[in-house]
């Protein structure tokens, strides 16, 4: 009876390790620790947080313990006595003194790292980070590729209207790829306000202050999927603009850059496309336009066009979305406005992106304008913009800069 | 703590407050009065309010974070919570409870009849309603309230700012000059009105305390009132201090706001180390340890604050030197800390201890600021803290050591001073229910963050990634829990001053010092003849 | 306090907040001179001394050029040079090119930044567009000069410095 009690209690065990193994595999519900990384910093920045609260636990232990002791014994209900000492000059220079001694201890390592953290000389890659409100954009200098990440969760997801995916907010349309056992370089900047670039498995976190340009550097030991967040509040969408860090061997890295479009590529397929551009249908362009609408405009012009005025205006009867002409409504969405949080999408959407979001903006919420906006009248704003320009020579240049 | 004997002032005068009749004599009483018990009792009032109101917002933030997914708010409106749950518990809740409490035990522990300049105390409190008032309008502006968390980092604060901003600059000064006025208010007092014999070393360490907050307060409120100006410049007035496009810094920013910052959180903690000096001795039935060092150690924290701010800004790229000096700074500060700490172990130790409720509420405190210390110094390490940074890790370090920590003192305090005050006994039953399901719910709330922040959760996000559900669903049952669990502490408070019993003498077996030698209620007018100190 | 020692002390008040009041003004000054002789902010003294200090010629360090466009100002603005390698006091000359793609007038400020940050006082910019305002007509374009060399005394353990550059709209400020 005892042994097969026995040989069932192992049989659980095995099948709940197993099982739990494969809960587990890919995110930890209940994390309780800090990453390990794979990363020298990151290995580094783990120990650290292990000595100093290993450190932190045995004086805690050791200070409650007198403490539960006393609590226990030195009551008056057990018929305790006072005693009516209250100073003692010699302990209180020991226990001075000794935290003194721990600190010195904790700090040496903590320095060790830091000087490490600083060094970033000697990089074979370097990436240019641009925090906006409410993406990054990757550039990668040495290797003219440049492209914006943003959020590809669904909006349906986050209002609760769809189940939520494994990645929920942690996934991107375009994640960042970086080789493995290179090290890397990252220059960090913001394009508005004050963002912070943290990939914890990395041990990056730097702030993109606007501006101001600041670097951090890190060597990938392993190959895998890196997910991190914006981790400086950043307005609306903070919450909203993950980062995603795939680092491949270095084969694999290269044939990724071999196959990105570099820069100049890419605009000229926004400006001169080889193949000419169809028109699309209301249904179409208005299914489309609400998906995209929804994710990068309705922050801040709600997704019922309301807006949150006086900052984000109400596009729900305004005249740049019901009146003439459009290519007003056009050029606002290719070139922002000046001066203002609207930003120019016109290098992170394509020209079917805007027609689709122009025409929703101009349909939806009982706007009814009925107007289509076709991928071509995108492209004839861009062109207009991109007429070739006139060189002059009016640099205001000197000294004392 | 001092032990002093006095002699009962047998020539104080009995009469009550100057209250006309009706309603209107009514608020013409609490309006023009320059009694330091009024005052203390209405700065007491507010921090009620304003508790309950900063309270309702944290909950309307759990709310939100019970699960992942947008489910009752936008992440405006949710910005806009966590930015006025932080100005609102400090500046609302914190600074006017302490006041208070400064205002009614200052001058009876240290034998004076009042505050050295009645008048301003009155003006001083009387700003903060005013300054409130314009502070939560701004949530009816249109473009909504303040959104861009209590430290208003610039440019989201200057460019990408909401236009009720200016109000929320102008509610700032507003509250700044009250701490400033009340606490010139509070060192003349200290230094000129102390009875005769009552040397600076035999005061008691709330008082002590509150003498040095004080000085801080003196210290950095002028800076915040800089920064917030500057800000309002950059809106308004086409300056550039924190814009890189006419030669300015958003880190400048970072820089003035923090040198007020960190010291500010010393002044919401100095005064909470004060009133566990001096809860703790009264239920030990032992004289507080190591006075002296007590006193040392308070100024050496003090002086530190002011060396330590950057520590809020490891990762924005200042130079490693930088970072070192502030690293090393900031580890210091656990040294006097941890004099405190063991000081008041000492105190328990071999003392015949009771277990009352202000009693229960010091011990937590001394637990739990105890474990909000221990992440403070993990915090301090700057390779460790580029992982901590902006996460959950820091939320639940500062909430631990404002919660059990600053908030729990606070609690300690009013159920130590109710029965003199209002000479009735709070309902003690009714006390222990409050503490216990606080410290649970407490620990319940705030210990899971630390999870969330290791795990990678960052910080002013109204909606995560499913692998932190788990313990943001732990962590916002704990606040419901905790939230309403406050009512019973209003319950009781209200109870007591309208239909308590009355206290008998000695209202705490081993409470000494000058305030206990008067009647509970003390005199409305105590100490028109100052005591004699041994 | 006597009539006349309250009078002494009012007036003392008085004065020091006058003053105070003078001083804040007079910071604009102070501030000025103490950045340009401690070099802070990018802000660097005129250093013609090239031939003083010499070429060190025994180390190269790579300087990159990055350009960004804050809050996505509608110019093309990059840099026709993304990196050179220099000694250490030796000059060199490049451009960045900066087209307005509107129809419109418009005026932009160049800020630049150096990382690491302990470089930033050992470029020594004998031309350069930066902190200048630059206006052009909608559809112009044109290089704007840059003419730097590295201080000698530049830290050994730097190899490599980044002066990144990020261009503000500043029409009607």
Known sequence: MRNRLFSLRQLCIAVFATLSQIAWAETDNWQLNMFKGVTPLSKDMYDLHMIAMIVCAVIGVIVFGVMIYSLIHHRKSKGYQAAHFHDNLKLEIVWSVIPFIILVVLAIPATKILMRMDDSRDADITIKVVGSQWKWQYQYLDQGISYYSNLSTPYAQIQNTQDKSQWYLLEVDKPLVLPVHKKIRFLVTSNDVVHSWWVPELGIKRDAIPGFMHEAWAIINEPGTYRGQCAELCGINHGFMPIVVNALDEQAFNQWVQAQPKVEDEYAAQTAPTVPLKDLSYETLMAKGKDKYEQICGACHKPDGTGIPPMFPALKGSSVAVGKPISRHIEMILNGISGTAMQAYKDQLTNEDIASIATYERNAWGNNTGDLVQPKDVLAVRQSNGQAPKMVNKVQAGGLR | ?534 | MSMSKQTRLVSLLFGVVVFMFGFGFALVPIYNSLCKTLGINGKVTQDNSQAASGVDMSREVTVEFVATNSAAVPWAFYPNVTKVKLHPGESTRLSFYAENKTNFPMTVQAIPSVTPGLAAKYIKKTECFCFARQTLKGHEAMDMPLIFHLDPALPSKISTVTLAYTLFDVTGR
């Open chain 2, 1 to 534: 703590m001092s032990q002093s004997m006095a002699h009962h002032a047998a020539h104080d005068e009995h009469h009550g407050p100057a209250q006309g009749k009706g309603v209107f004599g009514f608020i013409k009483r609490w309006l023009f009065t320059t009694n330091h018990k009024d005052i203390g009792t209405l700065y007491l009032w507010l921090a009620m309010t304003s508790f309950f109101l900063a309270g309702a917002m944290a909950l309307v933030i759990r709310a939100e974070l019970f699960e992942p997914g947008l489910q009752f708010v936008n992440p405006n409106f949710f910005n806009q919570m966590t930015t006025m749950h932080g100005l609102i518990m400090l500046f609302g809740v914190v600074m006017p409870a302490f006041t208070g409490m400064a205002n009614w035990q200052i001058p009876m522990m240290i034998g004076a009849p009042d505050m050295a300049l009645p008048r301003l105390n009155n003006w001083s409190f009387w700003l903060l309603p005013f300054a409130f008032a314009l502070l939560l309008s701004t949530m009816f502006h249109s473009g909504g309230g303040p959104n861009f968390g209590w430290t208003m980092y610039a440019p989201l604060s200057t460019k990408y700012a909401p236009a009720s901003t200016d109000f929320m600059i102008f509610s700032v000064h507003m509250m700044g000059l009250s701490s400033i006025m009340g606490s010139i208010n509070i060192i003349a007092t200290i230094l000129n009105l102390r009875a005769p014999g009552m040397n600076l070393m035999k005061m008691p360490m709330f008082v002590w305390t509150w003498l040095i907050t004080a000085f801080l307060l003196i210290a950095i409120m002028p800076v915040l009132a800089g920064a917030v100006t500057m800000m309002l410049a950059d809106r308004h007035f086409g300056t550039s201090f924190f814009d890189a496009a006419g030669g300015g810094d958003p880190i400048l920013f970072q820089h003035v706001f923090w040198f007020f910052g960190h010291p500010e959180v010393y002044v919401l903690v100095l005064p909470a180390f004060g009133v566990i000096s001096e809860v703790i001795p009264t239920f030990s039935r032992k004289p507080l340890f190591g006075y002296h060092f007590m006193v040392y150690a308070t100024v050496s924290i003090a002086a530190l604050s002011f060396i330590v701010w950057a520590h809020h800004m490891f990762t924005t790229g200042i130079p490693l030197g930088a970072e070192l000096f502030f690293m090393y700074t900031t580890m210091l500060i656990a040294v006097p800390t941890g004099i405190k700490v063991f000081n008041w172990v000492s105190t328990m130790f071999k003392g015949a201890m009771t277990f009352e409720t202000p009693m229960l509420f010091a011990i937590a405190f001394v637990f739990l600021f105890t474990i909000g210390g221990f992440t403070g110094l993990m915090l301090a390490l700057v390779p460790a803290d580029y992982q901590y940074q902006d996460t959950y890790f820091v939320v639940g370090h500062f909430h631990y050591v404002l919660v059990p920590g600053v908030i729990f003192s606070l609690f300690a305090a009013t159920y130590y001073w109710l029965p003199k005050w209002t000479g009735k006994r709070y309902n003690e039953c009714l006390g222990k229910w409050h503490f216990w399901l606080s410290v649970i719910s407490v620990n319940i709330t705030f210990f899971p963050m630390h999870f969330l922040g290791l795990a990678g959760m960052p910080r002013r996000i109204p909606d995560y990634a499913l692998q932190f559900t788990n313990f943001n669903m732990v962590a916002s049952v704990g606040a419901f829990i905790f939230g309403f669990s406050q009512l019973l502490f209003l319950y009781n408070v209200i109870h007591t001053v309208r239909k308590g019993k009355k206290v008998e003498e000695p209202v705490w077996e081993g409470a000494h010092g000058l305030e206990w030698t008067l009647s509970s209620p003390p005199p409305y007018h105590s100490f028109t003849e100052p005591p004699e100190v041994k």
